[in-house]
Structures are given as C-alpha cells and as structure tokens.
C-alpha cells in the first residue's frame, strides 16, 4: 500500500512538471485566452522544417514528445488495472487536452505532430511495465 500511495505522488508530481512545461509556461495568462492561437494539423509538415533547419531542435521535439509521456503509461500501468488500450486512450486524451489548451491561451501550437507522438510515448510506457513482468 506504502508503494502505492508513493507512486500516486511521483504520477501526481509529474503531471504537475508536465503541465508546467507544456501549458503554465511564462507567458500564460488567463486574459489571452481565445486570443488566436495556431494550430498546424497536417502530420509531421513542421518536424521535417525543422529537422531541414536544426538537427538538435528536431531531436528534442521529436524524442521529448515521446520521452515526456512514457511515464503517464508506465505509471498508469503501475498504479492502476487498466489495460493498455486504455491507458493509450488516455494518453491521447491527456495529450489533446494539452494541445487544445495550448492553443486556447496562446501558450504553444496545437500540433498533430505532438498528440501523434505523445500517444506513442503512453504506449511505451506501458509496454515496457509489461515487459518487466
């Protein structure tokens, strides 16, 4: 039960520094929203801008919006019963959440790109937990 509750924490902590990074970032306020935020919405047009542009740019927009997920699935896996659809499911709900956020304030882009990847990202979270086993 002490487990639990301990990863609980460290699940409730990370959400926190994910929303922090992705949506409450300096810059946000509550006076910008519906302000005309962007969105980009054809799959991986800007990631291969980017990768044309700056090669380290494209490997931290790339790996981070797999990598920030991974722990949603491996500690969804781990707190819960859930299964793995589900979990990915939730996943992607999460993500587009924080896209639709980003976009209402003004804080970031709504990229397909990113719910795409986050969604792969929950995926091997929960992946690796079952391998573990």
Do not use: H
Request: aromatic share 16%.
């Amino acid at each position: 039960m002490k487990k639990k509750v301990i990863l609980i924490i460290v699940f409730i902590t990370y959400l926190a520094a994910l929303l922090r990074i992705t949506v409450f970032r300096s810059g946000f306020d509550f006076s910008n929203a519906f302000s005309g935020g962007e969105a980009n919405l054809v799959p991986f047009a800007d990631l291969v801008k980017v990768f044309d542009a700056d090669k380290r740019a494209f490997i931290y927009l790339f790996f981070g919006n797999i990598l920030w997920f991974v722990p949603f699935g491996f500690l969804m896996k781990r707190i819960t019963n859930m299964t793995t659809a589900r979990i990915i499911l939730l996943g992607f709900l999460l993500s587009l959440c924080i896209e639709t956020t980003q976009f209402i304030f003004g804080t970031g882009v709504f990229e397909l790109d990113d719910l795409l990847l986050n969604t792969f990202g929950a995926l091997l979270g929960a992946v690796l937990l079952i391998n573990r086993k």
